[in-house]
């Protein structure tokens, strides 16, 4: 084994510019064996969870401290070496892909829970704490960290792509709940945004700024966020509807009734066949909702009656509830084992999956849309989002090495993101811009563009953050 790690160090190094080899040897001598350049360990964090080919970094370190990441960027500033700050590695548009290579730095090691200050329903956080990690580390004060992007992705990862998840629709995202930052700029040096004060007019809101910058502007450390107390009652329940625009109908009526449910999630009729051979399960092959009801016992009782006189008016199925903590988990793993899901139904196939999200009185034609467009191709493809903030998701099992394929699946995400726009969406409501969506940013934004490309070069003048990601060339 040690043969086999020694041999990929060797490969790794013949592959490496030479005259990256003595800044790495350099960086050895201050971190020691937070240092790797194993082959192995480079490809693992030069890819997502996504079909964009891995793209690895010429050595990976662990950092261990804000320190260790100011430092280290500090010294890659004065090489002129790019940084890319990687977490749990769930990203799905090529957002830790290392365009030009340089260095990788990991911040699963910076996974302390720093502060928890149950009076003020707040907490300060390393960045590579993780949401399950964290929520664990609460369950005994009576309040939890509620977003949920179905991965255990870290806090500064979900932070750095303005994450959401299900509960946004309840909750709101990663803007929402972040206070305050850590963040280590393009020279090394160490700032500190917001502050715990619930509200605030002092000066630029550079807190939202970095949140959702993908790692570009600076590289973010801790973490400050806004809890919520743990609901009295939970429930939630499942219904099938039996054609796809019915199922939306009654989502935006229960949004447009201001019924506070927790989540509404869509899973179209092959997400279903897919989940059922997937996860084991006997649910309704037809287009489905999942509802998640917080609040006391009384309001949820009566939340779910309202619905459900929705769902009858739109010709829905009774509800299959689920009231129990194993009932919900059952649940909602299957929604979250979506991806896998859709690619298991191709043999070797990976997962392409792309994300719009549109103002909700227009989620209607956008999936009805994009179901449309879904006709125009052979490759096995489901819908499934949050669509209770008009953010819907459609997954592809894709054969990454043919080429037609790829170049078919690309017309059709950029058809699908077109008919967003169209209906005064945006090109991506949770995934991020990464490598993937770069080509549809000046479509969405127009000469902002140029505004963010002057942020960018007045925080980070070399490029040396996360470079080739969100801005296009």
Not at 93 to 98: M, Q
Not at 198 to 220: P, Q, W
Request: hydrophobic share 40%; aromatic share 6%.
């Amino acid at each position: 084994m040690k043969q086999e790690s020694q041999s990929q160090e060797h490969q790794a190094n013949a592959n490496r510019p030479a005259e990256f080899e003595s800044l790495i040897d350099r960086l050895r001598e201050r971190f020691g064996d937070k240092i790797s350049t194993s082959a192995a360990i480079r490809e693992q964090h030069g890819r997502g969870e996504s079909y964009h080919a891995a793209m690895p970094p010429d050595a990976v370190l662990f950092a261990e401290s804000t320190a260790d990441v100011a430092e280290a960027v500090a010294f890659c500033s004065e090489h002129r070496v790019p940084v890319i700050a990687f977490g749990a590695g769930t990203s799905l548009e090529g957002n830790v892909s290392a365009v030009n290579g340089g260095l990788c730095i990991d911040l699963t090691r910076m996974n302390a829970i720093l502060r928890v200050s149950p009076e003020d329903m707040d907490c300060t956080v390393q960045a590579g704490v993780t949401r399950l990690q964290l929520n664990q580390e609460l369950r005994h004060t009576g309040l939890f960290f509620p977003l949920d992007p179905g991965a255990d992705a870290t806090i500064g990862g979900m932070a750095a792509t303005r994450a959401s998840g299900t509960n946004a629709v309840r909750y709101g995202t990663m803007r929402d709940v972040v206070l305050a930052l850590t963040v280590v700029m393009a020279d090394g040096s160490v700032i500190h945004t917001g502050g715990r004060a619930r509200k605030s007019a002092a000066g630029y809101d550079l807190t939202r700024l970095f949140v959702g910058s993908e790692g570009t502007l600076g590289i973010i450390t801790e973490v400050v966020l806004r809890l919520n107390g743990v609901p009295e009652s939970i429930a939630a329940a499942s219904c099938s509807f039996g054609d796809l625009n019915s199922a939306v109908q009654t989502v935006v009526t229960v949004i447009q009734s201001a019924i506070p449910v927790a989540r509404i999630e869509l899973m179209d009729k092959a997400q279903m066949l897919a989940v059922n051979r997937f996860s084991k399960t006997d649910y309704p092959v037809a287009d489905t909702l999942l509802f998640e009801f917080h609040g006391s016992p009384i309001s949820v009782a009566d939340d779910m009656r309202r619905v459900g006189e929705i769902v009858a008016e739109f010709g829905g199925g009774d509800f299959r509830t689920a009231s129990t903590q194993e009932e919900r988990s059952v649940l909602w793993k299957a929604r979250h084992d979506a991806l896998y899901a859709t690619t298991s139904l191709r043999p070797k196939a990976r997962g392409w999956s792309t994300d719009v999200c549109v103002p909700i009185a227009n989620l209607v034609e956008c999936i009805a849309g994009a179901r449309q467009v879904l006709t125009k191709t052979t490759v096995p493809a489901t819908i499934v989002g949050h669509v209770g903030d008009g953010n819907f998701h459609v997954i592809f099992a894709i054969d990454a090495e043919n080429k037609r394929e790829m170049e078919e699946i690309a017309d059709i995400n950029s058809q699908l993101i077109d008919l967003a726009l169209s209906l005064d969406g945006t090109s991506t409501g949770e995934h991020g811009i990464g490598t993937g969506k770069r080509a549809y940013m000046i479509r969405e934004h127009g000469d902002s563009v140029q505004v963010m490309r002057r942020l960018k070069e007045a925080l980070d003048p070399l490029s040396i953050l996360n470079p080739g990601k969100v801005l296009p060339d």
